[in-house]
């Protein structure tokens, strides 16, 4: 009972990103002017505040150590692997590489991680457009900020952070030469969105389509591994 007790407190207490102070206390104040108008509107907007809160929730994650190890940069669904050529503006060649995209909604944290340790070789943001970030062609035509990051042992890894059909607000921190560590907090996507990560040519993915992701948590490959590609069914 202890321990169930002391779960639902650190879930009540858990860290706000600061980008999530922007928006609270506007939530707040919209609130306290419905309470002034009619009290059920204004209970809606405890409702309402309460969620942005608990969208805008920054936890810590227990993050895998080990070399050659990449992380999912976000929480959600695994909703498609494919293979693909990295976005043009990271001058990664053509050639298709296995992308694995990974879903969120608007009721998952939305901060991201890195997926690898490396240096950032280049980052660029290109407006686009806002289709539903589950379709395939959101990673072409939609807003997005790609970032290409070289690994210690001289390998280049993509990740793209995709604004959805809600989303409208990428938020990306890493600069040109900065080192990042493997689940290190870089950014994030408001309302609800996408991120793909382009594996080098070799490599494996460890998960399949459908399978739940935790940022900075779950490994979606190994630079080191000789598995085979998984397969998975619904059980």
Known sequence: MQTQDNSIFRSLAMPIHPEGWRFIPLFAAA??????????????????????AFFFRNPERVTPTRDGLIVS???G??????????????????????RISVFMNVFNVHVNRAPVSGKVLRRVY???????????????????????????DGRDIAF?????????????????GQLVQTGERFGLIRFGSRVDVYLPEGVQPLVVVGQTMVAGE?????????EPVRQGETR
Do not use: H
């Open 218 to 226: 779950s490994v979606l490959a190994d630079l080191a591994g000789t």
């Open 160 to 176: 793209v952070q995709i604004a959805g059909l809600v989303a409208r607000r990428i938020r990306c921190d890493l600069g040109d």
């Open 31 to 52: 609130t306290l002017l419905l309470f002034w108008l009619w009290s059920p509107l204004g209970w809606l907007g405890v409702v309402l505040t309460l969620w942005c």
């Open 77 to 98: 669904v695994v909703q498609m692997i494919v293979a693909a050529p990295p976005p043009l503006e990271l001058a990664m060649g053509d050639a298709p590489l296995t």
């Open 73 to 75: 940069p976000a929480d």
């Open 126 to 152: 290109s407006p686009g457009k806002f289709f539903n970030a589950s379709l395939d062609k959101a990673s072409v035509f939609n807003e997005r900020m790609a970032i290409r990051l070289e690994t210690a």
